[in-house]
Nanobody
Framework: VQLQASGGGLVQPGGSLRLSCEFS????????IGWFRQAPGKEREGLSC????????YYADSVKGRFTIHRDNAKKTVFLQMNRLKPEDTAVYHC???????????????????WGQGTLVTVSS
């Protein structure tokens, strides 16, 4: 299974970005995929996760109401729509999965064994 995150960039406070996580490889269609972020000096934070049928498992309190996760299986992509961005959203964002879980989701980053490279989001005026 391979994951590739993209879509980061510089955005002003209050702005929006949409991150993409392209997934590929055997069994990837049957795996839940999560989004995480890590800011400098902070622990990696679980943001959201989506199952194979777009049943959202959770949103972190820090992003609830502002971020939306959506999976497009035809495009083999999981999107993270981020609205009303704040400076504290600045971080490297990663997508991840666990090859042995199927559709199970977890907010705990250490329970994921396959990660895409990160994409940097900077929220600043």
């Amino acid at each position: 299974v391979q994951l590739q995150a993209s879509g980061g960039g510089l955005v002003q406070p209050g702005g929006s970005l949409r991150l993409s996580c392209e997934f590929s490889g055997s069994s990837s269609d049957s795996l839940a995929i999560g989004w995480f972020r890590q800011a400098p000096g902070k622990e990696r934070e679980g943001l959201s996760c989506v199952s194979t049928t777009n049943d959202k498992s959770y949103y972190a309190d820090s992003v609830k109401g502002r971020f939306t996760i959506h999976r497009d299986n035809a495009k083999k992509t999981v999107f993270l729509q981020m609205n009303r961005l704040k400076p504290e959203d600045t971080a490297v964002y990663h997508c991840a999965t666990n090859r042995f879980w199927g559709t199970r989701c977890s907010p705990r980053y250490y329970e994921y064994d396959t990660w895409g490279q990160g994409t940097l989001v900077t929220v600043s005026s």
